[in-house]
């Protein structure tokens, strides 16, 4: 190994060797300088693959062509969408009964989840279920050039696991080198005027090519059926305050989230027929345009097998367009036990799509 390598590599083991079971991390504490150097992504994805060694392959996933016009001016913009798993929940709380217990081993399912972001190289990443944030997304993220905010859920669950590593939150990271923020807010989302424990990010970014500004938010709406009438409580709560932030759809704008509701409930339908004039991104894989995938989620627990459409990138259909969309992972490839596995580290599929602005929007903006 070069010098190079040799700091990569220790970069690296850093974050492994930060287990659950060592002391809580102080949340908001300043980085280690070292970990500020800047690191070549593709040194970082050969050093998961190197821990990675004795699982199978990445799955292959193919880009989708869904452009209908003449190519931008400017180079699109990938955004991820992705509920990563939080750890505590996979090891204590999910009862993922066919995931054997070695495929949750931080040590190494944190590298599929890096593997998998390095392999898309998305502009924009926006996470849900992250309880490893300051001590392995940020520092390597931000050495990679992102610029990282994080939001914990109030009461998280992960806090009720022995050995956890904190709360877990969404996270929305951004290249520094393609887009300059212009604000940010955190939001906790209310249902019915009481405060929840459900967050959202919200922010609006520049483009520094193009100089158009659009807003990017995350979020992750309460599970579990039965809570149908306060997701969509959520949901209308989260609509007027990206409505407040975009001031009324001028601004162009992309939601990410794990909604935990199927596009049958409220809340999908809130969002489809909102004034902000929103698509989702994913129905243009359908043969129609109109149809949400079968799933982008697909687990075993105790109570059964779970196969659910619950993950959305919506965007503002008047002021963008879909280039490509990452294709999902096929039932075979999926296997048997489902997921999370050795060979995939989340129950949920990451979700990918190229934007770009239109260039001559309508009378919307």
């Not at 590298?111 to 924009?124: K, M, N, T, V």
């Not at 579990?224 to 305050?241: H, K, M, P, V």
């Not at 999926?334 to 989340?346: A, D, Q, T, V």
Request: aromatic share 10%; net charge negative.
């Amino acid at each position: 190994m070069g010098n190079g390598t040799s700091r990569l590599y220790s970069a690296l083991a850093k974050t492994l060797n930060s287990s659950a079971a060592s002391q809580h991390p102080e949340y908001l504490v300043s980085p280690d300088p070292e970990q500020l150097e800047p690191i070549d992504p593709k040194e970082l994805l050969e050093e998961c693959r190197a821990v990675l060694h004795t699982r199978p392959p990445r799955f292959q996933r193919d880009f989708v062509d869904l452009r209908t016009d003449c190519p931008s001016s400017h180079p699109p913009i990938r955004v991820m969408q992705w509920n990563i798993l939080a750890q505590a929940l996979g090891e204590g709380k999910d009862n993922f009964v066919q995931c054997p217990v070695e495929a949750l081993k931080w040590e190494e399912r944190k590298c599929l989840i890096l593997e998998e972001i390095l392999a898309y190289q998305p502009d924009i990443l926006c996470l849900q279920e992250v309880d490893h944030y300051f001590d392995t997304f940020q520092p390597l993220l931000s050495r990679l050039g992102y610029q990282g905010t994080f939001f914990p859920k109030p009461w998280s669950p992960c806090l009720d696991v022995e050995h956890n590593n904190g709360p877990d939150g969404c996270a929305l990271f951004f290249l520094q080198n393609r887009f300059k923020l212009v604000n940010s807010a955190n939001i906790r989302l209310t249902a019915m005027t009481l405060k929840t424990n459900q967050v959202a990010i919200a922010q609006t970014l520049e483009c520094k090519e193009s100089s158009r500004q659009f807003c990017i938010a995350v979020t992750h709406l309460k599970a579990r059926t039965g809570w149908e009438r306060f997701r969509s409580a959520q949901g209308c709560d989260l609509l007027q305050n990206l409505q407040n932030i975009t001031q009324g759809a001028k601004i162009p704008l992309i939601v990410c989230g794990d909604f935990n509701a199927e596009p049958t409930e409220e809340v999908y339908k809130h969002f489809a027929s909102s004034s902000l004039n929103l698509n989702s991104a994913y129905k243009l894989l359908s043969a129609d345009g109109q149809s949400e995938p079968p799933y982008t989620t697909w687990k075993i627990r105790t109570s059964g097998e779970c196969r659910h459409t619950l993950d959305y990138i919506w965007y503002s259909k008047h002021a963008l367009s879909v280039r490509s969309a990452l294709d999902l992972l096929t039932e075979e490839q999926i296997g048997p036990n489902r997921l999370p596995s050795f060979n995939y580290p989340s129950d949920h599929l990451s979700l990918v799509c190229d934007f770009s602005f239109n260039e001559e929007p309508d009378g919307l903006l």
